[in-house]
């Protein structure tokens, strides 16, 4: 008698229930890899990229899509997510306390000679996006390797164009905007399908080794154009407030010129009716200003005697005088 197992079944109608049964299992497994394989499901800030037999076939949005088992292939890109490149340093630990590396190859990259044959280390960063999923997956082969040695050569010339100066103090925006529209042109040309956000000099600084003679340097240079700012704020004070002294010193001239001129005009036309009148009666007029400068003068004389020719009276008269003056 066949032994049979904890459920009543023995060996043998086991084996005869897979042997009834294989082909069945065998369909639905074979049906489940192909679903497996044709459904899929594309991340928000991804669109997924279909080959058939490698070539290119479309572009699907996010969402769940569905392509053909075992013929077609899925590569999915992350096209809104913001990537960048680090240039002179290397992120070690990102977070609220990020950490940054530096070893000889970053220093080698970051290591430039500027148009006044000075060295400047300089830090900066390239963000970038996808802009074009099928660009990027087959018209360039490494994206990343290329587009960092294209930024690496784009800033060399332009740091070469200016002087260390420039690319240490004023010059840093300029610098950023010319490589960002530099790099994104050369993107353009070599068909990448990435689009540059943004270029950001993280930190420029003169080599170690000079570090010190180029602070003191600016600090010179520093104190100069406090120095000339301060005697120009003096020149502002001193230099109106002389020029606005002058041009009232010069009204005031002008005013009493013209004051002057009227007063002489006034006499000239005064004499000049005095005289049409003297000619016209001139004994007439004679006496007029004899007896008109006599009530100007006389009065400012004090005691006056007139007397005749003989004088008889006079002592009568300087006695009353006397009296009433008592």
Sequence with gaps: MAKRNSEGLDA??????????????????????????????IGAEEVGVITRFGRYVRTQDPGLN????????????????????????????????????????????????????????VEWVVQYRISNA?????????????????????????VGDRSVNEVLTIGRTEIESTMEAALQDLCTKYGMGVKIEQVV???VNPPDEVKSAFNMVNQAQQEKETLINQARSEYNKVIPKASGEA?????????????????????????????????KAPDVTKKRLYLETMSKVMPKLGQVVITDEEGNSVLPLLQMEHKSSN
């Design 247 to 279: 041009q009232e010193i010069l009204q005031k001239a002008h005013g009493y010129a013209t004051e002057r001129v009227n007063l002489a005009k006034g006499d000239v036309a005064r004499f000049s009716s005095l005289y049409k009148e003297y000619l």
């Design 134 to 158: 099928y660009e990027f997956l087959f018209k360039v082969r490494d994206v990343e390797g290329t587009l960092r040695d294209m930024a690496e050569s784009a800033m060399r010339q332009i």
């Design 201 to 203: 000099l993280q930190d």
């Design 66 to 121: 569905v392509k053909w088992p075992f013929v077609e292939t899925l590569y999915k890109v992350a096209v809104e997510r913001q990537q960048k490149l680090e240039f002179g340093f290397r992120t070690d630990e990102p977070g609220v306390n990020t950490t940054y590396i530096r070893n000889a190859s970053t220093t080698v990259e970051s290591l430039m000679l500027t148009g006044d044959l000075n060295l400047a280390d």
């Design 12 to 41: 043998e109608e086991i084996q005869a229930f897979f042997k009834k049964h294989l082909r069945t299992m065998v369909w639905g497994l074979a049906a489940l890899v192909l679903i497996l394989s044709s459904v899929y499901q």
